[in-house]
């Protein structure tokens, strides 16, 4: 059974940093895309970014390029999601996910293709 736990989510200032952080167990990841989703209040979940496991695929929505990053430290088992130059509008609960991918990397941004989530850390940026 995959496991996601995320951490790390808080209160900034508007242009203040957050660095979130995603621990999976479970299985292992050799052939997974993890990724970072995040729903505003009565808002749809969203995409925000995904990593393959291997790192060699990376992508980030639109609106959080040049401002958010994705990475992974295998040893750990833990993705990251750095923020920085936050927004009111990022105000969001963060969610970690992991889906299967076999053969050739697709981008892959919709939340029922991903099969595992976390339970979501509150992220929370004031004006």
């Known amino acids: 059974q995959v496991l996601l736990v995320e951490s790390g989510g808080g209160l900034v200032q508007t242009g203040g940093s957050l660095r979130l952080s995603c621990a999976a167990s479970?299985?292992?990841?050799?052939?997974?895309?993890m990724g970072w989703f995040r729903q505003a209040p009565g808002k749809d979940r969203e995409f925000v970014a995904v990593?393959?496991?291997?790192?060699?695929?990376?992508d980030h929505a639109d609106s959080v390029k040049g401002r958010f990053t994705i990475s992974k430290d295998n040893a750990k088992n833990t993705v990251y999601l750095q923020m920085n130059s936050l927004k009111p509008d990022d105000t969001a609960v963060y969610y970690c996910?992991?889906?299967?991918?076999?053969?050739?990397?697709?981008?892959?941004?919709?939340?029922?293709?991903?099969?595992?989530w976390g339970q979501g850390t509150q992220v929370t940026v004031s004006s």
């Open positions: 479970g299985r292992t990841f050799n052939n997974y895309a």
């Open positions: 990593i393959s496991w291997s790192g060699s695929n990376i």
């Open positions: 996910a992991a889906r299967r991918f076999f053969g050739t990397w697709e981008r892959k941004t919709r939340v029922y293709e991903y099969n595992y």
